[in-house]
Each structure stands twice: as structure tokens, then as C-alpha cells.
T-cell receptor
Framework: GNSVTQMEGPVTLSEEAFLTINCTYT??????LFWYVQYPGEGLQLLLKATKADDKGSNKGFEATYRKETTSFHLEKGSVQVSDSAVYFC????????????FGKGITLSVRP | GAGVSQSPSNKVTEKGKDVELRCDPI?????LYWYRQRLGQGLEFLIY????????KSGLPSDRFSAERTGESVSTLTIQRTQQEDSAVYLCASRSTGGPDGYTFGSGTRLTVV
């Protein structure tokens, strides 16, 4: 079946450090790929997405590129801020926008001042 | 309302009791999803409602789980004869058909079965 694998956490970084959070997927075909973020006390929200190979999603300084050859969608940010502290979930979806998402386990990021 | 509202935010129940979790989606959102997240696990899909279509129940883990939705409004997720393995955060999400991609999630209900 379809699945999403995220790197083990938690991750702790100092402010302005470079961030990479790995995500790989297993799927038959080419799904759409997403990163969701959950800030403390809030619901999950869409951070960025990519719908086909080589697409790059970006938002709030975060980027992720859909790599078909490595079935990956790693999340990166050049300089993290304390306000980026949150739980990050990678997800995939087949079909249209109403289709269900398949999520990874999530990873907690803590950024120290 | 402005967001997806779930209640209660926390629920502690005794094993064997029934519980009912509530989700108020964003007004006008036709699609509604229930997920759960057990400790150390990813979000598991449970059930999906889309307008008046038959719901997709393929993620419900057992017949102790059921969910209803009245039209395009409130949804309730019911767990009968709760077991300790039902302890999880239950998340509800909604989206508008034809709207921007991406679900709007509620803050979840943390269920603890003791």
C-alpha cells in the first residue's frame, strides 16, 4: 500500500541554522505530495505542496522538491527561526483534492534562540 | 465559524464505555474527514464524508467505530466499548469542494481510555 516515511525525531536546532527534514514515500504511481505543519496549540495546516515530478513547493521560506527518482520530498529551510518550532508532517494523496491524505508520523522541530 | 471546532478537547473514559466526539466544520465545507493519531504513529485515516454521497468508511478499524454527519454540518464519531488501544488524538478536517487545496484541521480531541 501507499506509505510515507519521515526521519526520526525530535530535531533541535539553533536559530538561523539550516534545516532538512527527510521524507520518502512508497506508492504505485505518482501522487501529489504535501507538507503540513502543526504549531503548538493549533490544528494542522498546509505548508506547501507539489503535484508532479520536479515541482518545487515553497512557503514561508520552506521548500521541498518532488523527486521521482528517489521518491522523496525533503523539506528545507535556509535559516530557521524560533517561530518555526512545530510538528511537521509529510503526506501523499492520489486522485483529486477530495481524496484522502496518507500521512507520515510527523517530526517535532524545536528551535533555540 | 472561523475554523474547525472539535469537542471535547480532552476526554478520559473507562474501558468499556462509549464515547462520542464532535466536529463542527467550517460553514460551507462539503468534505469532512476524521483521522486519528496514536502515540508515536502517523495520522490514520478513519472516514470521509462528501456532501450527500455515501461516506468512505474504509479506514474505520473495527465495527465499534462509527460516524455520522448531518448534511454539510456537524459530524460525530462514536466509539463503543472503548479499549485502551483506542487512546489517541482524534482529528477532524474539512475542505470546500473547488476551494483551495488543503484541509483545515481542528485541534483534535485527546482520548484516554483507562
Amino acid at each position: 500500500g501507499n506509505s510515507v516515511t519521515q526521519m526520526e525525531g525530535p530535531v533541535t536546532l539553533s536559530e538561523e541554522a539550516f534545516l532538512t527534514i527527510n521524507c520518502t514515500y512508497t506508492a504505485t504511481g505518482y501522487p501529489s505530495l504535501f507538507w503540513y505543519v502543526q504549531y503548538p496549540g493549533e490544528g494542522l495546516q498546509l505548508l506547501l505542496k507539489a503535484t508532479k515530478a520536479d515541482d518545487k513547493g515553497s512557503n514561508k521560506g520552506f521548500e521541498a522538491t518532488y523527486r521521482k527518482e528517489t521518491t522523496s520530498f525533503h523539506l528545507e529551510k535556509g535559516s530557521v527561526q524560533v517561530s518555526d518550532s512545530a510538528v511537521y508532517f509529510c503526506a501523499l494523496r492520489f486522485g483529486g483534492a477530495n481524496s484522502k491524505l496518507t500521512f507520515g508520523k510527523g517530526i517535532t522541530l524545536s528551535v533555540r534562540p | 465559524g472561523a475554523g474547525v471546532s472539535q469537542s471535547p478537547s480532552n476526554k478520559v473514559t473507562e474501558k468499556g464505555k462509549d464515547v462520542e466526539l464532535r466536529c463542527d466544520p467550517i460553514s460551507g465545507h462539503t468534505a469532512l474527514y476524521w483521522y486519528r493519531q496514536r502515540l508515536g504513529q502517523g495520522l490514520e485515516f478513519l472516514i470521509y464524508f462528501q456532501g450527500n454521497s455515501a461516506p468512505d468508511k474504509s479506514g474505520l478499524p473495527s465495527d465499534r467505530f462509527s460516524a455520522e454527519r448531518t448534511g454539510e454540518s456537524v459530524s460525530t464519531l462514536t466509539i463503543q466499548r472503548t479499549q485502551q488501544e483506542d487512546s489517541a488524538v482524534y482529528l477532524c478536517a474539512s475542505r470546500s469542494t473547488g476551494g483551495p487545496d488543503g484541509y483545515t484541521f481542528g485541534s483534535g480531541t485527546r482520548l484516554t481510555v483507562v
